[in-house]
């Protein structure tokens, strides 16, 4: 009897691997899963960071995906790494030593960099830091920085005082708007030009570290940032939005697979057991079916999520309490179609127990359709889950495409033309959800046939 199961399981996976569409989502479901185990090797530490404006800001800031360079060169770009080209370390006279640190590196693109992020510290206190930025046509900025981004990353905003006196000075007048490309102009434009036209050619920078006690440089290296990043851009405080996608990946099939799991589990089985029985038991179970079927869900799980601390599981399970009495009216309708098989009337004729006739004859039919609507409901659960993060009702410390969007909602990416920020989250719900309708379809057309 076993063997029988056995063979004919093969043959109904066998069934399934041979229509097109159920082949095509097990090879993306695969896929998507080789994507959650990267995702999940990612140390916790990334995870708690997402929410931290600070951990992002040698990114840069609200910039299109890289790849948009290819389309347009001249205009887009990626950001350089630069390192030190000569340190030179002394000490002139008692108490007083002196490190210099000398960068070079060739600029052709037309535009100057999205933000400069200097990257220098010591071991040691620093009395003072100066930086001698020299363009290609011999003119130098001399850039004092404040005591307190000594021996920390700083960028241009840190020193901007010092670069709007230099602005000033060029071009007699002070930028009524003042942000990281502007200030990064005057480095990178030409002083001839009255600071329109970038120069390209070789930069100098020189970093001068004086401090009152021996010293080493434990690092030093400059950021020149690009306006693009990445496979997807950047958001509006510079995080990555291919990160922000793959972190997203497991709580969404997590919270996916769990709401239909137990939404298609308690569906069937009550269903089944209504048209089973049939009569007033089937009338009152239906009634309660249908009070759940009118409930509001969106309404309803944004008022519960308000009064109760949002968790994945919790979350998860509302959804699913919100969805089974679909799947009831499903399964009710073929308990029905089989309950009037002469084998069902035969059993009962011959006094077999009804939880056996139940087990023995509706079950086992009602089980392909069961495994069949678990991956089609998986879609339902995730688009539910992602929509309540939409609104803000997510649990915490997780990242989610919901939140994403919802960030990009708050931050008005679309009227500023931050296309990327609404567009990659957005796909995802979609990619996501094909597999499992794949899937779901073809185990349906192996299990039902062509009904």
Not at 229 to 235: E, I, V
Not at 304 to 314: A, G, R
């Amino acid at each position: 009897m076993s063997r029988v199961k056995e063979s004919s399981l093969y043959k109904q996976f066998k069934e399934f691997i041979g229509t097109k569409i159920g082949l095509a989502g097990l090879i993306i479901l695969l896929v998507l899963l080789v994507f959650t185990g990267i995702a999940l090797s990612i140390p916790s530490k990334v995870y708690s960071s997402w929410n931290n404006p600070a951990a992002w800001s040698e990114y840069p800031a609200h910039v299109p995906p890289s790849w948009i360079s290819i389309f347009y060169p001249n205009k887009y770009f990626t950001t350089q790494k630069i390192s030190p080209t000569n340190t030179t370390y002394f000490s002139p006279s008692k108490n007083i030593y002196i490190n210099i640190i000398t960068f070079s590196f060739n600029w052709t693109k037309t535009l100057p960099a999205y933000n400069v992020y200097f990257i220098v510290s010591t071991n040691t206190s620093i009395i003072e830091e100066v930086i001698y930025w020299t363009k290609p046509d011999g003119s130098t900025i001399q850039l004092t920085i404040p005591s307190e981004e000594f021996n920390i990353p700083f960028d241009l905003t840190s020193i901007r005082n010092t670069i709007l006196s230099y602005i000033t000075s060029i071009t007699g007048k002070t930028p009524s708007i003042i942000n990281s490309t502007v200030l990064s102009s005057a480095l990178f434009n030409s002083p001839k030009s009255n600071l329109t036209v970038t120069e390209d050619g070789k930069y100098l920078v020189k970093v001068e570290i004086i401090s009152s006690r021996p010293m080493n440089q434990t690092k030093a290296e400059i950021l020149l940032l690009g306006n693009s990043y990445g496979l997807m851009g950047t958001d509006y405080f510079g995080r990555p939005l291919d990160l922000g996608i793959l972190l997203g990946l497991p709580n969404a099939l997590e919270i996916g697979a769990l709401t239909s799991l137990v939404s298609v589990l308690v569906g069937i089985f009550v269903g089944g057991i209504s048209g089973y029985l049939g009569g007033n038991k089937d009338s009152v179970i239906q009634w309660f079916t249908l009070v759940f079927l009118a409930l509001p869900a969106l309404p309803f799980l944004v008022a519960v999520s308000f009064v109760t601390e949002p968790n994945l599981v919790l979350e998860a399970l509302l959804i699913a309490f919100l969805s089974w009495p679909f799947y009831a009216i499903i399964a009710r309708s073929m308990a029905l179609s089989i309950k009037s098989n002469s084998y069902v009337e035969a059993d009962r004729l011959l006094g077999v127990p009804s939880y056996r006739v139940f087990l023995l004859h509706f079950m086992p039919r009602l089980i392909p359709v069961t495994i069949a609507y678990m991956a089609l409901g998986v879609p339902a659960g995730i688009l539910l889950a992602q929509t309540l993060a939409f609104l803000g009702i997510a649990p915490a410390n997780i990242v989610t495409w919901g939140g994403i969007l919802d960030a990009a909602e708050t931050y008005q990416a679309q009227v500023n033309g931050w296309w990327w920020w609404v567009v990659f989250p957005g796909a995802m719900i979609v990619i996501v959800a094909i597999p499992f309708v794949l899937i779901g379809f073809a185990i349906e057309r192996v299990a039902l046939g062509e009904r």
